[in-house]
Structure formats: C-alpha cells, structure tokens
C-alpha cells in the first residue's frame, strides 16, 4: 500500500535496516519541535523492549530532516489510533517480492544484480555522499556505524555513475 512506498522512502533516507523498519511503530516517530513538524526523530530499538540493534544497542535516534516526509509522518501520526501499529502497512515478505517484481519490470536484476531491501540502507548512504548532503562523520553516525571503517565504501560513491551507466534509460 501507500504506507510501503513512503517505508521505503523513510528506509532510504535514514539508512535504515530492514528489520528496523518493519518493526517502527507510530509511537517512535516524533516532531524533533514541539513547535514545528519540519524535522521528527525516529527511535530504535527503544530500551522498553528486549530487541537491541544489530550491535547491541538501545534508544538509536535517525533525524527525518527531508520536511515534506517529516511533515507527513508527524501529521500522519496524529491521525494514528493505535500508535503501536507498524509503519509499514505490508509484511516483509510482501514488501521484498513487489521490491523483485519492480526490479524484473525495470530489468535493474540484469544490470545491477538481484537487490534485497537492504540495499536502501547502503543506497541511502551513498546518494547523501554522492550529492555531497552529508559529510562522513554525519554519514557514520546517521548509520549507526561504529567505526569509520564501514563507511569508506560511501566515499566511492563515484560508483554511483558506473552502475547507473550499467542501466538502461
């Protein structure tokens, strides 16, 4: 549904793990402003559960500071009747096999190579390098990642133009 393609959206733009989006619910997205829905925060893996991050982390904050997604999640959310319903409105599973038929309709598995939804996590780090929206350190941190060393990979994201030259129009 509607709620999937602005998921993936929100998974793109906050570097976002697969299950970390398939497990935010309403309750953990909010105005960073109680003046202002220009920017809202994500909470992951909140220590009130029992599910820590990939790294065993609590309590990880991702900022939404593109404003028309944050304002439609922060208006969204104030229509929600159960702040604990997901986000996403579709199971993974759903949401991976309409990822494939999209892939297959735009012939990218040919040219990129089979893509799990996980490659927004990367692609998100990579388009916010490629068009220079985020310094490294940003980028690291935006990702959760502990050492630099795992972002190196974004400052080749010159790679972004050959793999876009390995797609058709």
Not at 11 to 24: I, K, M, N, V
Not at 94 to 117: N, S
Request: positive net charge; hydrophobic residues 40%.
């Amino acid at each position: 549904g509607y709620w999937s393609v602005i998921g993936l959206m929100l998974a793109h733009h906050c570097y976002l793990r697969p299950g970390e989006l398939f497990s935010l619910t309403w309750r953990r997205i909010v105005a960073a402003s109680p003046m202002s829905d220009d920017r809202a925060v994500l909470t992951l893996h909140p220590s009130e559960g029992s599910k820590a991050s990939k790294t065993g982390e609590y309590d990880e904050t991702v900022i939404v500071d593109l404003m028309w997604l944050s304002r439609l999640l922060c208006r969204t959310r104030k229509e929600v009747s159960n702040l604990d319903l997901p986000v996403m409105d579709l199971p993974a599973r759903v949401v991976q096999q309409v990822f494939e038929q999209a892939q297959e309709a735009l012939d990218l598995k040919r040219a990129l190579g089979r893509q799990t939804l996980y490659v927004l996590r990367h692609s998100g780090a990579t388009a916010d390098a490629w068009l220079r929206r985020r310094l490294m350190d940003e980028i690291q941190k935006r990702g959760r990642w502990k050492h630099s060393a795992s972002t190196w990979r974004y400052e080749k994201s010159g790679r972004v133009a050959e793999r876009r030259s390995a797609c058709s129009a």
